[in-house]
């Protein structure tokens, strides 16, 4: 069974803090895909990045990087200096070869200014 | 090029009534996918697509029906509404091997539908 879990529901920070967002999952699968998704008020999924369970190779984009561990089942998103426009839900997701997504319940994220 | 479509964006519906929610595509992805996103549960698949005239059960099918006729376009129906389909839904499309892509999903900008 596929499954992923974010279990922050719900973060607030400051205005230039750094945040880190968990998300643990579960796949029988060996090669699988793992993807995280924000959603700002205005509703629309944007996509952030995919990650290839062969590629555990953590990777930064600005602000933004992720920490894939299989060790651990893990693949956690950080937002260095965290800004307001960051204010969103972000959604961890997980899908195997048969294309099929599996999404986490989303950890809101209100960047206070 | 516009994406994935979605029609209409915004529904109420009386409890009974049926409907049908238009998906539309134009990036000739071959999966198309239906979603529902209530609070606190994240995103949840209905059905998918994985090709023309093919269609599979997500992880909650019950009380919707998908048909892909068109290679560009994927419907969702609800034959008798009921207010537990009371949800924001997502169409997604995407190509077959993830690999082609970089943005492996697209997907529209959502239905809001109440059902009373």
């Known amino acids: 069974a596929q499954k992923v879990t974010q279990a922050q529901t719900e973060i607030s920070v400051v205005e230039k803090e750094d945040v880190t967002l968990d998300c643990v999952y579960e796949?029988?699968?060996?090669?699988?895909?793992l993807f995280w998704y924000k959603q700002p008020p205005s509703g629309e999924l944007v996509f952030l990045i995919r990650?290839?369970?062969?590629?555990?190779q953590n990777e930064i984009s600005g602000r933004y990087s992720w920490n894939f561990q299989k060790s651990t089942s893990s693949f956690n998103f950080t937002i260095t200096a965290s800004q307001v426009v960051d204010s969103a839900v972000y959604f961890c997701?997980?899908?195997?070869?048969?294309?099929?997504?599996?999404f986490g319940t989303g950890t809101s994220l209100t960047v206070i200014p | 090029n516009a994406g994935v479509t979605q029609t209409p964006k915004f529904r109420v519906l009386k409890t009974g009534q049926s409907m049908t929610l238009l998906c539309a595509q134009d990036?000739?992805?071959?999966?198309m996918y239906w979603y529902r996103q209530d609070p606190g549960m994240g995103l949840r698949l209905i059905h998918y697509?994985?090709?023309?005239?093919?269609?599979a059960k997500g992880e909650v099918p019950d009380g919707y029906n998908v048909s892909r006729l068109k290679k560009q376009n994927f419907l969702l129906g609800l034959e008798s509404a009921a207010p537990s389909q009371t949800s924001v839904y997502f169409c997604?499309?995407?190509?077959?091997?993830?690999?082609?892509?970089?943005?492996?999903?697209?997907f529209g900008d959502g239905t809001r539908l109440s059902i009373l």
């Open positions: 997604a499309s995407s190509y077959r091997r993830m690999l082609i892509s970089n943005q492996p999903q697209h």
């Open positions: 796949t029988r699968d060996t090669t699988y895909y």
């Open positions: 990650r290839n369970s062969f590629d555990e």
């Open positions: 997701a997980l899908s195997n070869t048969g294309n099929q997504f599996y």
């Open positions: 990036m000739n992805h071959e999966y």
């Open positions: 697509s994985v090709g023309e005239g093919t269609t």
